[in-house]
């Protein structure tokens, strides 16, 4: 039993690193637990502090040690929810307390608030009359000219006297301090939604949707909070589903959260939901200001708003009366986060309703083998939504082998059957979505003489060619550290001019379909063209306008969006996603597949998908081509079982990262070896990491299986015990990821 609790006494933002140690007396040992609010002795006062961890050891002397002086009664303030869901992130994912803190409060710093001030009359009408009189007598021209504006208008804003009426600060605050006026002052949270306006919202559920709704709000209402999966077709009305769920929990008095995997998905979702709820409606995530987050921060501390709106730091969203999670596109590997702690949006979200008695609605039309493993075990409700709304037809799949493109001499990118398909869509004004995943101009560039790739002189990666307008001859830029050169003329190795760059990337498309239908009006979405605050909102938008007519761009586009015109969407290389060495490519090829395919035909007119691949027969891509979900998940679950991958085993993936190599080896060669001896646990390596060095740093990584999850938490714990007492690790990083979904 833990003797010791470290303690927050200071929850503002820009405390939390600063904790201190009490001692815990024995009468409170067995009620004390992180999140805890509690006194504390601080110099000669009494303070209430956050518990944020308990430990066996004292970092001070036990004389110097003061003691808890109780435990404070009553409500349970949101920092103590969030503080305990630290602690349970920290304890499942590694990392320190402070990192876990500053994950669930994410708003480092405090912003200045922006505050509106207006100014007041005190004085009733006669008295107003004559205290003009005596500025006028006196020649106090500028509290007259403000008194006499205030006996016409009551109350007049801090920013119209200063400007227009010429009156500075001194003289408002002089003449407050006489009495004669007051100034009001209000906060002015900065809303990210207030240009918006609602087009109102009228649609009806259908009977499969109205079946899904009714069967979780009786859950709801029977106090049974097992997290549900909706399982839906692309374009089977998930998001009217949600809305329904959430209209439903507002009118109970709680609140809502949306976490979708994609800033670019923010513009659509928000328009929809802000149609239905107006105001209530707010979002959080990067593209927005520290200002902005903080304010959104404390608006829904406030209760000003009952629904956010976000990627997965939404989910710490201040919420004191939580009823409703839900993760759209609950599939998506970007809810796993890839700093330190190397949370899952899905099971912090889990415990978090855990701990306020809320529902989690998991939705997807492809949802990940872990949620569908664990509603076939009965963990999850599963839920489906079989058919399109309207009884809409899935779009029609079309399986191009690019080999055999090449045997009729085609070299183009876009296969014949594709270009005949955009000629005609472009003919009857309809648009085309384009999806490559690989943003640039080639992938790769190499040496046809003697095969010598360029690559980044700090990391194991080849670089990738962009094209600018600062640099229109080519620059070779790392995706990882940021790296660039100029674009070579000639072989560096052996001299050959025969350079040039191979695997086509957004830029490169492009130009292509630039120049073979030059009447078409193209626009390309990826992360160089969203690089601004707007960027995604305008390009979508344009998009949804009917401004261009195909829309070229990297699985940003996919994810979600609903387009009702677009009747032709071209996969260009399927391939690329199964290429990678990751036991989730062909999970990750099938969802993007079909993900791509259901953004056809959403509207009047029926869709219509080709899908490019040099492995036509593989069998993500043939059930994709199918959608059959169903024989995706019996062929990949029995890969997983025979491999012992997750969700049949779990996995803890132990990284070392060095300046020196043999450093980095030599740490997860000493780690490796206190994992030893442990039955039921796999141990593999050390070994390189995926990309074995970063920016001048060498990674190497032990992969650790086991049936129990909780046998993986203990030999983490084990690990990090290990290391604080071992002084070899002081120039190596280590960190933890369980049942990792990118890999290091």
């Known amino acids: 039993m833990a003797q010791y609790a470290n303690i927050i006494v200071d929850i503002s933002h820009e405390k939390l ?23 504390i002795p601080f110099g000669n ?26 435990a404070v009664k009553g409500s349970v303030p949101i920092e103590s929810q969030l503080i305990a869901l630290a602690g349970w992130m920290k304890q499942n994912y590694g990392g320190t307390m402070n990192h876990a803190l500053k994950t669930v409060i994410p708003v480092k710093q405090k912003s200045r608030a922006v505050e509106k001030r207006t100014v007041r009359l005190k004085l009733n009408a006669v008295e107003a009359k004559n205290q003009l009189g005596e500025y006028e007598r006196k020649h106090s021209t500028a509290r007259a000219r403000l008194l006499a504006a205030l006996m016409e208008q009551s109350k007049l804003e801090w920013s119209v006297i200063t400007q227009k009426l010429a009156v500075t600060g001194a003289v408002i605050r002089a003449m407050e301090e006489q009495g004669v006026v007051e100034i009001v002052r209000e906060h002015d949270y900065r809303n990210p939604v207030a240009h918006l306006q609602s087009r109102g919202y009228d649609l009806i559920l259908n009977e499969e949707q109205s079946a899904v709704v009714n069967r979780i709000e009786a859950q709801m209402d029977a106090g049974i909070y097992r997290p549900c999966l909706v399982k839906g077709v692309t374009g089977s009305g998930k998001t009217e589903v949600y809305m329904e769920l959430i209209a439903h929990v507002l009118a109970e008095g709680k609140q809502a959260i949306v976490l979708i995997p994609e800033i670019a998905l923010t513009y659509q979702t928000v328009m929809r939901f802000y149609n239905r709820f107006g105001d209530r409606v707010s979002i959080m995530n990067s593209r927005l200001s520290p200002a902005e987050r903080y304010d959104q921060f404390e608006r829904a501390k406030k209760g000003d708003i009952d629904i956010m709106i976000g990627p997965r730091s939404a989910l710490f969203s201040p919420f004191t009366r939580l009823g409703l999670i839900i993760i759209d596109e609950e599939h998506e590997s970007s809810y796993k986060s890839e700093t330190v702690p190397r949370y899952h949006a899905r099971e912090t979200a889990i415990e978090r309703a855990k701990m306020c008695g809320a529902q989690v609605v998991l939705g997807s039309a492809t949802p990940s083998v872990e949620s569908y493993y664990r509603a076939q075990a009965g963990e999850y409700e599963l839920l489906e939504l079989r058919h399109r709304v309207a009884d809409k037809p899935l779009p029609q799949v079309t399986v191009t082998d690019l080999r055999e493109e090449l045997r009729r001499g085609n070299r183009s990118i876009l296969s014949g059957r594709l270009q005949e398909l955009m000629e005609d869509r472009l003919e009857k004004h309809q648009q085309i979505m384009l999806f490559i995943n690989r943003r640039g101009v080639a992938g790769f560039v190499s040496c ?23 640099y229109p001859e080519g620059r070779m830029v790392c995706h990882y550290c940021g790296y ?5 003329k000639v072989c560096p190795h052996c001299g050959s001019k025969y350079i040039s760059g191979f695997k086509a990337g957004t830029q490169k498309i492009e130009m292509i379909v630039k120049q073979r239908f030059p009447q078409a009006r193209v626009l390309r979405m990826d992360m160089d063209t969203t690089r601004s605050k707007e960027g995604h909102e305008q390009i979508l938008s344009a998009f949804a306008n009917q401004e261009a007519d195909i829309l070229i761009g990297t699985q940003m586009i996919v994810k979600g969006h609903d387009f009702p015109n677009v009747t032709l969407v071209g996969v260009l290389a399927a391939d690329l996603s ?32 080709v899908i490019q691949t040099y492995q036509p027969d593989h069998y993500s891509i043939q059930t994709a081509k199918e959608q059959n979900y169903e024989a995706f998940y019996e062929q990949e679950i029995l890969y997983r079982e025979m491999m012992l991958y997750p969700p049949v085993w779990n996995m803890l993936v132990v990284l070392c990262a060095s300046k020196w190599e043999q450093n980095a080896y030599d740490c997860a060669s000493k780690l490796a070896e206190q994992t030893g001896g442990e039955r039921q646990v796999q141990v593999i390596g050390p070994a390189d990491a995926a990309v074995a060095k970063v920016n001048d740093i060498y990674k190497k990584v032990l992969y650790l299986k086991a049936k129990d999850y909780g046998k993986l938490v203990e030999i983490k714990n084990r690990l990090e015990h290990f290391m604080r007492d071992n002084h070899a690790f002081s120039d190596t990083i280590v960190q933890f990821d369980f049942n990792p979904v990118n890999g290091f």
Not at 22 to 35: A, K, T
Not at 452 to 466: A, E, F, G, T
Not at 598 to 605: L, N
């Open 45 to 70: 006062r009494k303070l209430t502090g956050y518990v944020v961890e308990l430990t066996e050891e004292a970092e001070i002397e036990e004389s110097r040690m003061k003691d808890i002086v109780g």
């Open 448 to 470: 046809r003489a003697c095969g010598h790739v360029i690559k980044c002189p700090h990391c194991d990666v080849s670089l990738s060619q962009h094209i600018t307008r600062r």
């Open 484 to 488: 660039e050169e100029p674009s070579p």
């Open 578 to 609: 199964l290429s990678v060495s990751d036991y989730h490519a062909p999970e990750r090829t099938f969802q993007l597949l079909t993900q791509a395919a259901g953004r056809a035909g959403r509207g009047r007119e029926p869709g219509e998908v």
């Open 17 to 39: 690193d600063k904790t201190f140690q009490y001692r815990i007396p024995e009468e409170l040992r067995e009620s004390i637990r992180p999140g805890m609010q509690v006194y």
